[in-house]
């Protein structure tokens, strides 16, 4: 199964806070610092990232030939709600399972890439107001680890080395984003 991102979440750490902890105060660096925030939240965000979890609210597809085992909960989380479900039944045509659905609702499926696809939101965050407004709810220790690498890599725009050794993340920003490593 793969999983892809529909609708990418939006800014945890925003320039101006990047700023602040950084202490500049000019406008000179802000293209480079609102690059140092975006390289630092994709490093660590959703499927491709450091933690294996969803941190801004955002829209993924799980995608694969067969439905996942009831007992597994959908990659990347935090889950927040199932979107959609489609499925592809053995016969070749397309289906759209009404919501809610139940991993136990599993019709026959033709087995092919893509035949299953659950788009589900995930992240921190909730909704609030009407239209439907996704707050931003990521916990403190992943923004502080973030303006942390923002801080190192604005000051030191080379690779860190101790010996012959590169660190992969600073201690201090691993300290604070452990307990929120998905292991796999």
Known sequence: MKVVVITPPAPIVTTDEAKKHLLVEHSDDDTLIETLVLAATQWLDGPAGWLSRSLGIQVLELQGSSWPCPSDALPYPPEVEIVSVHYTDPSGVEHELPLPWGIEDRPAVRGRPGDVRIRYRAGYGSASGDPVVWTNDVPAPIKVAILMLVA??????????????VEELPFGVEALLSPYRVYR
Do not use: F, L
């Open 152 to 165: 190192q890599w604005y000051r030191t725009r080379a690779p860190v080395s101790i010996g012959a050794a």
